[in-house]
């Protein structure tokens, strides 16, 4: 029976094991989500770690950085407030932040298609086969906006989409998820469900993302956030928790920039 | 040109659970074991720890946890028909990457198959007659419940399941599963304990004259050491398991169950983001003689080894057995063909469930924490005049409630606008969701092949996958959900709300990530790719562990069974094979 040990590099002591390990840890943590090429690791005796490198969120993500133009941020803004507008039950999409979040969101590697297959060739596909454009996220918003602005102008007179009034803007953003507009090489149905999805994501993600401002999306449905421990309440059938809400940020672990 | 390893006795492709079992259970039977894992190594206290873990933007939405498409996807498409596009973003099902695998952010949903399950062809056809499987290409399985009890026990005991035996030693006990198979041991610990959803459903259901008991967990209910002396802590219902890491070394996972063990052998080495391109094998092609991969720098090694294990995904097996040019490969359109033959899904639909007069609190959950019947699993009722075979299970699964994906509002309402919002407000707390968890039976023009376009980044084909439900799985899912409805409104709804499975298979919401078939076990090398000890029929120190081994997929879980496959084989290694080594089966 032969050994497990890596011949292409000598002989291994345990004491260089344990320091391989340390570096190894470091090099986990330098990787942000969704990137690949890290180093590979030969590991034995134990999994590589070292204290304080926890793999927390990048705070690249807080950032001010941003994408949309003043143009593509006013109907980010505008078609946002449509689908959660103001009343008193809780903030609409604006007042929580959401065009802050999507912009972070575009410029950041969502936008920039990090868990996105884009490469070719390209074909337009059935509903079934999901997304199959060639664009980044970010890149199909852009094309997107561009092209619901060249809609709404031919059917109103040149305004803008932040300039319509409600009820207008409501049935351009019913005609976009019905697909009854053409977009050209953006599919309307599909652009609409992806603003959807991100403008909910950025009322209810933790507020470290830019969105749902002082959590008060969670405080309106009555989620108390990144709690870690409910065992007290399990048994307690039907009684309200109130727990304030709690977000991760600040927390102990947390990797300042 | 490939740099040479020094050989090793096993070499072991993927480290997720099953590849650290059989490595845990071949470095004890002292052999040297290099496992290959083509993702990072990502450990509980730095991957995904209690101070970070409750992020349901990362780890849900932006995949922090799984396969990234970007650079490792397939072509999909629901008939030979239709061209095969890939998969650019995930969707229907969430594969993991990395140390662990999909084993990190399951839920822990620890089933058995049952022992009719075990005889899906020949069952149905004693009871129902050969018209019942017209049309689908079900099979037998090699191997019988009781051939697997003693394997699913040493997962139980591993993973420290929490639940409620229903059947110990043919004996039926109050409180659990009457329709289970005998088990040899009660549960390693005692069941979680219901919130208010579970308990609603588990005393309609009972009234309604079902037979409902806890789902059996992999979320523990109390501390716990297993038998390699690991140490796991108490569930505290944090609500983020599935699709997370568990922080706090409660949910049974490779980390959490396993690896810390299998990484004190001295015979053990680990190489993380070290992707395997093929088997290797000897030129009259009956031998293995090891695996080529590439490490992160693009560098390429080839790692020799006695006995070859392929432990990766489902989905990467099959594609690496038709790589390898292993078996001979299926063709949907002609059902000629073995490696790829009888790929199947779970079949899913949901029953959302609202209360105007009830605080459900759902964010009080658990990915296993639920109450379940089994009364319309598999044949555990008369099909006689049904028109379909199978079945599923029906769970009041209250997993948690992450509020971008869990925020669900009543039939009528519309998708956003104030309605929604209003809607949204009132029910998040007074809502969850019944699963209708159904068995999903092969049939021809479905299966797994090399994409004849696409290739992936290191100029392979692709795999292509050509799937779509069946019309008898159509109609047990329909069937199923129906019986759940009755029961949802034995609890005094306000308002059901019915997700049925829908056709044609769309890759786009998530569903399930229980894909199985491909690498099918069976009695002889005409009817499957492996043998009952998941050795390859055609390369005889080849072996293949995970739910690709599935004949078809029953209605439950996959993963203990996944598991206990690998246990059988790995006693079969160390008892016969090493002694012997050669097939374990003779054609």
Known sequence: MTHADDPARGMIGRRQLFALGAAGALGAAARHDGMVGGTSERIAGTLPWADGQADAPDDAIRAGTAFLTTAERAFVTAAA??????????????????????????????????????????????????????????????????????????????????????????????????????????????????????????YFSDPLYGGNRDMAAWKMIGFPGAHYDYSEWVTRHGEPVPLAPVGLTGRPGWRKA | MAQRMKPVDAVIVGFGWTGAIMAQQLCDAGLSVVALERGAAQD??????????????????????????????????????????????????????????????????????????????????????????EGLTVQDWPVSYADLEPHYNTFDLLCGTSGKAGNLGGATQPGGNPFEGPRSAEFPNPPLTYTYGPALFADAAARTGHHPFPHPAGNLSRPYTNPLGIQMGQCTYCGFCEKFGCGNYSKASPQASIIPYVLTKPNFVLRSESEVLRVERTPDGKRATGVTYVDSSGAEFFQPADIVVLAAYQLHNVHLMLLSGIGPPYDPATGKGLVGKNYCYQTMANIEVFFDDKLINP??????????????????????????????????????????????????????????????????????????????????????????????QFGRPMLRMTFDFSPNDVKMSNYCADRAIEIAHAMGVSAVKPKRLKTPFDIVPYQTTHTIGGTMMGATPADSVCNRYSQSWDVSNLFVTGAGLFPQNFGYNPTATVAALAYLSAEAIKTRYLKAPGALVTA
């Open chain 2, 363 to 456: 964010f009080i959950g658990a990915g296993s924490h639920a109450s379940v019947i089994d009364d319309y699993n598999g044949d555990n009722f008369d099909h006689s005049r049904l028109g379909f075979i199978g079945g599923a299970y029906i769970a009041a699964l209250v997993t948690g409630g992450r509020p971008i994906e869990m925020t669900r509002t009543p039939p009528g309402v519309p998708a956003w606008g104030l309605d929604w919002k209003r809607a949204a407000a009132k029910y998040y707390r007074r809502s969850f969701n019944l699963s209708v968890h159904g068995s999903s039976y092969a049939q021809r023009g479905n299966g797994l092949d090399l994409d004849p376009t696409y290739r992936d």
């Open chain 1, 81 to 202: 407030d449509r689908l959660i507008p103001p009343d008193p039950t809780g903030p609409s999409a604006s007042q929580a932040d959401v065009p802050d979040f999507i912009d972070r969101q575009l410029a950041g590697g969502f936008g920039h298609g990090e868990h996105y297959y884009l490469a070719g060739p390209w074909a337009k596909g059935l509903p079934s086969q999901g997304y199959q454009s060639r664009l980044t996220p970010a890149a199909y918003y852009r094309a997107a906006i561009a092209a619901v602005a060249d809609h709404v102008g031919r059917e109103h007179g040149g305004k803008a989409f932040a300039d319509l009034a409600p009820t207008d803007q409501d049935a351009v953003l019913k005609a976009l998820e019905a697909g009854k507009v053409d977009l050209g090489q953006v599919d309307a149905k599909q652009f609409f469900a992806m603003f959807l999805q991100n403008v909910k994501e950025g």
């Open chain 2, 44 to 133: 509980t206290s730095t991957g995904f720890a209690t101070t970070f873990d409750q992020d349901e933007l990362r780890y849900m939405w932006r995949h922090k946890l799984f396969q990234n498409v970007a650079h490792s996807t397939l072509t999909i498409r629901n008939n030979p028909g239709q061209t095969a596009l890939p998969m650019r973003h995930l969707g229907a099902f969430l594969l993991g990457t990395g140390v662990g695998g999909s084993g990190v952010h399951w839920n822990g949903q620890i089933w058995r198959a049952l022992p009719s399950d075990f005889r899906t062809r020949s069952h149905n056809i004693e009871r129902y007659g050969a018209a019942s499987v």
